[in-house]
Protein backbone atom coordinates (compact mmCIF):
# COMPACT_ATOMS: atom_id res chain seq x y z
CA UNK A 1 0.00 0.00 0.00
CA UNK A 2 1.90 3.31 -1.03
CA UNK A 3 2.87 5.30 2.19
CA UNK A 4 3.95 8.80 2.89
CA UNK A 5 7.62 8.89 3.85
CA UNK A 6 9.61 11.44 5.70
CA UNK A 7 12.95 12.37 6.55
CA UNK A 8 14.69 12.50 9.05
CA UNK A 9 12.77 10.95 11.74
CA UNK A 10 14.28 12.89 14.37
CA UNK A 11 16.25 15.76 14.41
CA UNK A 12 17.99 18.05 16.91
CA UNK A 13 19.07 21.52 16.20
CA UNK A 14 20.36 24.78 17.52
CA UNK A 15 18.21 27.74 18.12
CA UNK A 16 18.83 30.00 14.79
CA UNK A 17 20.00 27.23 12.82
CA UNK A 18 18.00 26.27 9.76
CA UNK A 19 16.20 23.30 9.23
CA UNK A 20 14.92 21.27 6.14
CA UNK A 21 11.88 18.59 6.91
CA UNK A 22 11.76 16.03 3.74
CA UNK A 23 8.90 13.92 2.18
CA UNK A 24 7.54 11.80 -0.14
CA UNK A 25 3.92 12.19 -0.97
CA UNK A 26 2.15 9.50 -2.04
CA UNK A 27 2.98 9.44 -5.87
CA UNK A 28 -0.46 10.06 -7.76
CA UNK A 29 -1.76 12.70 -4.86
CA UNK A 30 -1.70 16.43 -5.96
CA UNK A 31 -2.13 17.98 -2.78
CA UNK A 32 0.34 18.38 -0.31
CA UNK A 33 0.16 19.59 3.46
CA UNK A 34 2.34 20.16 6.60
CA UNK A 35 0.48 19.82 10.25
CA UNK A 36 2.67 20.22 13.86
CA UNK A 37 1.81 18.57 17.15
CA UNK A 38 3.99 20.52 19.73
CA UNK A 39 3.88 17.72 22.79
CA UNK A 40 0.81 17.53 24.50
CA UNK A 41 -1.00 19.92 22.46
CA UNK A 42 -3.09 19.23 19.27
CA UNK A 43 -2.00 18.85 15.63
CA UNK A 44 -1.98 22.14 14.07
CA UNK A 45 -2.68 22.82 10.24
CA UNK A 46 0.68 24.54 9.33
CA UNK A 47 -0.07 24.73 4.89
CA UNK A 48 -1.30 23.12 1.94
CA UNK A 49 0.38 22.98 -0.99
CA UNK A 50 -1.15 22.58 -4.55
CA UNK A 51 0.15 22.56 -8.34
CA UNK A 52 3.55 24.46 -6.77
CA UNK A 53 1.80 27.27 -5.04
CA UNK A 54 0.71 27.39 -1.50
CA UNK A 55 -3.07 27.21 -1.32
CA UNK A 56 -3.90 27.73 2.59
CA UNK A 57 -1.58 28.66 5.14
CA UNK A 58 -2.38 29.44 9.04
CA UNK A 59 -1.11 31.94 11.19
CA UNK A 60 1.67 29.93 12.50
CA UNK A 61 3.15 29.13 9.18
CA UNK A 62 5.27 32.88 9.27
CA UNK A 63 8.09 34.23 7.52
CA UNK A 64 10.35 31.86 8.93
CA UNK A 65 8.39 28.69 7.06
CA UNK A 66 8.67 28.19 3.60
CA UNK A 67 7.82 24.79 1.50
CA UNK A 68 9.09 23.54 -1.62
CA UNK A 69 8.43 20.82 -4.21
CA UNK A 70 12.12 20.64 -5.82
CA UNK A 71 11.59 17.59 -7.94
CA UNK A 72 8.72 15.26 -9.08
CA UNK A 73 8.69 13.36 -5.50
CA UNK A 74 10.20 15.67 -2.39
CA UNK A 75 7.64 17.64 -0.59
CA UNK A 76 10.32 20.21 1.93
CA UNK A 77 9.34 22.24 4.67
CA UNK A 78 11.69 24.82 5.71
CA UNK A 79 12.50 26.78 9.09
CA UNK A 80 14.69 29.13 8.18
CA UNK A 81 15.74 30.30 12.05
CA UNK A 82 14.39 27.75 14.56
CA UNK A 83 13.15 28.94 17.99
CA UNK A 84 12.61 26.61 20.87
CA UNK A 85 8.96 26.91 20.48
CA UNK A 86 9.05 25.45 17.37
CA UNK A 87 10.13 22.00 18.83
CA UNK A 88 7.28 19.76 17.94
CA UNK A 89 6.44 16.87 15.93
CA UNK A 90 5.76 17.72 11.92
CA UNK A 91 3.59 15.35 9.89
CA UNK A 92 3.49 15.90 6.21
CA UNK A 93 0.25 14.54 4.55
CA UNK A 94 -1.39 14.05 0.66
CA UNK A 95 -3.99 13.53 -0.81
CA UNK A 96 -5.80 12.99 -4.45
CA UNK A 97 -7.58 16.21 -4.22
CA UNK A 98 -8.51 19.17 -2.43
CA UNK A 99 -12.04 18.71 -2.03
CA UNK A 100 -13.08 18.96 2.16
CA UNK A 101 -14.13 14.73 1.15
CA UNK A 102 -11.06 14.00 0.40
CA UNK A 103 -8.69 11.40 2.68
CA UNK A 104 -5.77 13.20 3.94
CA UNK A 105 -2.58 10.53 4.29
CA UNK A 106 -0.51 11.11 6.81
CA UNK A 107 3.50 9.97 7.04
CA UNK A 108 5.28 8.68 10.44
CA UNK A 109 6.44 12.44 11.33
CA UNK A 110 9.56 14.07 11.77
CA UNK A 111 10.41 14.81 15.67
CA UNK A 112 12.22 18.36 15.31
CA UNK A 113 14.07 19.00 19.07
CA UNK A 114 15.54 22.91 19.42
CA UNK A 115 18.11 23.50 21.74
CA UNK B 1 -8.58 27.38 18.45
CA UNK B 2 -11.45 25.31 20.59
CA UNK B 3 -13.64 24.10 17.17
CA UNK B 4 -12.87 20.38 17.89
CA UNK B 5 -13.22 19.19 21.50
CA UNK B 6 -12.78 15.97 22.47
CA UNK B 7 -13.43 15.80 26.84
CA UNK B 8 -12.46 12.54 27.45
CA UNK B 9 -8.53 12.51 27.58
CA UNK B 10 -8.71 8.59 27.95
CA UNK B 11 -10.78 5.74 28.01
CA UNK B 12 -10.55 1.97 29.30
CA UNK B 13 -12.44 -0.77 27.87
CA UNK B 14 -12.60 -4.55 28.24
CA UNK B 15 -11.84 -6.69 24.89
CA UNK B 16 -14.71 -7.59 23.25
CA UNK B 17 -17.16 -4.76 24.51
CA UNK B 18 -18.11 -1.54 23.05
CA UNK B 19 -15.66 1.66 23.12
CA UNK B 20 -17.42 5.17 22.77
CA UNK B 21 -15.44 7.79 21.87
CA UNK B 22 -16.95 11.41 21.54
CA UNK B 23 -16.55 14.70 20.03
CA UNK B 24 -17.86 18.04 20.06
CA UNK B 25 -17.54 21.13 17.55
CA UNK B 26 -18.66 24.50 17.29
CA UNK B 27 -18.59 25.37 13.87
CA UNK B 28 -21.48 24.52 12.08
CA UNK B 29 -20.26 25.20 8.88
CA UNK B 30 -17.97 21.77 8.99
CA UNK B 31 -18.68 19.37 6.12
CA UNK B 32 -17.22 16.86 6.53
CA UNK B 33 -15.83 15.03 10.12
CA UNK B 34 -13.14 12.61 10.43
CA UNK B 35 -11.55 9.78 12.89
CA UNK B 36 -7.98 9.04 12.94
CA UNK B 37 -6.12 6.55 14.92
CA UNK B 38 -2.32 7.42 15.91
CA UNK B 39 -0.23 4.49 17.40
CA UNK B 40 3.12 5.80 18.95
CA UNK B 41 5.70 6.90 16.59
CA UNK B 42 3.51 6.97 13.80
CA UNK B 43 1.72 9.51 11.96
CA UNK B 44 -2.37 9.42 12.02
CA UNK B 45 -4.29 6.76 10.27
CA UNK B 46 -7.53 7.48 8.79
CA UNK B 47 -10.13 5.52 10.33
CA UNK B 48 -13.35 6.64 9.06
CA UNK B 49 -15.33 9.62 7.93
CA UNK B 50 -19.12 11.28 7.59
CA UNK B 51 -20.12 13.62 5.78
CA UNK B 52 -22.44 16.83 7.63
CA UNK B 53 -25.48 15.77 5.58
CA UNK B 54 -25.85 12.08 7.04
CA UNK B 55 -26.05 10.77 10.58
CA UNK B 56 -24.36 7.58 10.28
CA UNK B 57 -21.61 6.21 8.91
CA UNK B 58 -20.16 2.24 9.47
CA UNK B 59 -17.03 0.31 8.11
CA UNK B 60 -16.99 -3.03 9.60
CA UNK B 61 -16.36 -2.49 13.57
CA UNK B 62 -15.99 1.15 13.43
CA UNK B 63 -19.44 3.38 13.27
CA UNK B 64 -19.28 7.01 13.36
CA UNK B 65 -22.88 8.57 14.33
CA UNK B 66 -23.00 12.69 13.38
CA UNK B 67 -25.82 14.97 15.92
CA UNK B 68 -25.81 18.31 13.95
CA UNK B 69 -28.04 19.98 16.05
CA UNK B 70 -26.39 19.25 19.30
CA UNK B 71 -22.69 19.50 17.19
CA UNK B 72 -21.46 16.15 18.70
CA UNK B 73 -20.21 12.98 16.70
CA UNK B 74 -19.07 9.90 17.91
CA UNK B 75 -17.26 6.55 17.24
CA UNK B 76 -18.32 3.35 18.20
CA UNK B 77 -15.85 0.80 17.97
CA UNK B 78 -17.87 -3.05 18.63
CA UNK B 79 -16.17 -5.42 19.61
CA UNK B 80 -12.77 -3.78 20.75
CA UNK B 81 -9.91 -5.30 20.28
CA UNK B 82 -6.61 -4.70 22.59
CA UNK B 83 -5.19 -4.05 18.52
CA UNK B 84 -7.58 -1.00 18.78
CA UNK B 85 -5.44 0.94 21.73
CA UNK B 86 -4.52 3.76 20.56
CA UNK B 87 -5.13 7.61 20.31
CA UNK B 88 -8.02 8.37 18.51
CA UNK B 89 -8.37 12.28 16.96
CA UNK B 90 -11.83 13.32 15.94
CA UNK B 91 -11.23 16.12 13.06
CA UNK B 92 -13.45 18.34 10.74
CA UNK B 93 -12.53 20.38 7.40
CA UNK B 94 -14.88 22.12 5.06
CA UNK B 95 -15.67 25.09 6.98
CA UNK B 96 -15.73 28.60 5.19
CA UNK B 97 -18.01 26.60 2.58
CA UNK B 98 -15.33 24.32 1.09
CA UNK B 99 -12.90 26.93 0.40
CA UNK B 100 -10.85 25.11 2.79
CA UNK B 101 -9.62 21.34 3.32
CA UNK B 102 -7.79 22.16 6.08
CA UNK B 103 -7.93 19.45 9.06
CA UNK B 104 -8.83 21.00 12.56
CA UNK B 105 -8.01 18.22 15.39
CA UNK B 106 -9.43 17.47 18.76
CA UNK B 107 -6.91 17.08 21.61
CA UNK B 108 -7.44 13.19 21.00
CA UNK B 109 -8.74 10.15 23.43
CA UNK B 110 -6.05 7.48 24.13
CA UNK B 111 -8.00 4.22 23.95
CA UNK B 112 -6.95 0.74 26.17
CA UNK B 113 -8.36 -2.20 25.69
CA UNK B 114 -7.85 -4.75 28.10
CA UNK B 115 -7.91 -7.94 27.35
Known amino acids: EPEVTQTPSHQVTQMGQEVILRCVPI?????FYWYRQILGQKVEFLVS????????KSEIFDDQFSVERPDGSNFTLKIRSTKLEDSAMYFC?????????????FGPGTRLLVL | DQQVKQNSPSLSVQEGRISILNCDYT??????FLWYKKYPAEGPTFLIS?????DKNEDGRFTVFLNKSAKHLSLHIVPSQPGDSAVYFC??????????????FGTGTLLAVQP
Open chain 1, 93 to 105: ASSISGGAWETQY
Open chain 1, 27 to 31: SNHLY
Open chain 1, 49 to 56: FYNNEISE
Open chain 2, 27 to 32: NSMFDY
Open chain 2, 50 to 54: ISSIK
Open chain 2, 91 to 104: AASGAAGGATNKLI
